[in-house]
């Protein structure tokens, strides 16, 4: 079946500007997360939905970022007045349920801001 | 410090090695343990989980030693697809989702003919 998928794929931001990042889940997961990969680093957790509600935002590196899942499949990642610190490959992950089961990775979005 | 420290490498060996990569976590209350597999400029994939007891997949053993909070990966008879760059991770009490997880560094293995 699909598997989780992300786009757009690359995206090249002008510092200031705002961006918005898809995520489509696998179908039938009720858990999704995003995840901030720096170069040379692990992924590092940002949120987490159970449906639509958003139970743990406690990643999101500011106010800036901002996500959404309001029908509990797709859901967008936002980020406002881009910085350069923002550049990194934004990954989202889906899964049965809560963060027991097993995560699954789409392939993700690099986000270039300059 | 980081939640789960591991050697960055590059390990570079030859076809047949066998290699073996360390992992430290510093939070006790950590509940479960992975190694995930990154392919260059691709998503992590979950290789294995790691259990108390030891366990093997094929080519691959994992290890878990909770006294010294401290995970291994073990490839015998390496070949060049195991390339990639291999994440350790701890999964948290803490979080939303009942458990977050989180990700070492990885490290690379560079694997030659």
């Known amino acids: 079946g699909a598997g989780v998928s992300q786009s757009p794929r690359y995206k090249v931001a002008k510092r200031g500007q705002d961006v918005a990042l898809r995520c489509d889940p696998i179908?039938?997961?009720?858990?999704l997360f995003w995840y901030q990969q720096a170069l040379g680093q692990g992924p590092e957790f940002l949120t987490y939905f159970q449906n639509e509600a958003q139970l743990d935002k406690s990643g999101l590196p500011s106010d800036r970022f901002f996500a959404e899942r309001p029908e509990g499949s797709v859901s967008t990642l936002k980020i406002q007045r881009t910085q350069q610190e923002d550049s990194a490959v934004y990954l989202c992950?889906?899964?049965?349920?809560?963060?027991?089961?097993?995560?699954?990775f789409g392939p993700g979005t690099r986000l270039t801001v300059t | 410090r980081k939640e789960v420290e591991q050697d960055p490498g590059p390990f570079n060996v030859p076809e047949g090695a066998t290699v073996a990569f360390n992992c430290t976590y510093s939070n006790s209350a950590s509940q479960s343990f992975f190694w995930y597999r990154q392919d260059c400029r691709k998503e992590p994939k979950l290789l294995m989980s790691v259990y108390s007891s030891g366990n093997e997949d094929g080519r691959f053993t994992a290890q878990l030693n909770r006294a010294s909070q401290y995970i291994s990966l073990l490839i015998r008879d390496s070949k060049l697809s195991d390339s990639a760059t291999y994440l350790c991770?701890?999964?948290?009490?803490?979080?939303?989702?009942?458990?977050?997880?989180?990700f070492g560094k990885g490290t690379k293995l560079s694997v030659k003919p």
């Open positions: 179908s039938g997961h009720v858990s």
């Open positions: 991770v701890a999964r948290v009490p803490y979080g939303g989702s009942q458990g977050n997880l989180i």
């Open positions: 992950a889906s899964s049965l349920v809560g963060g027991i089961h097993e995560q699954y």
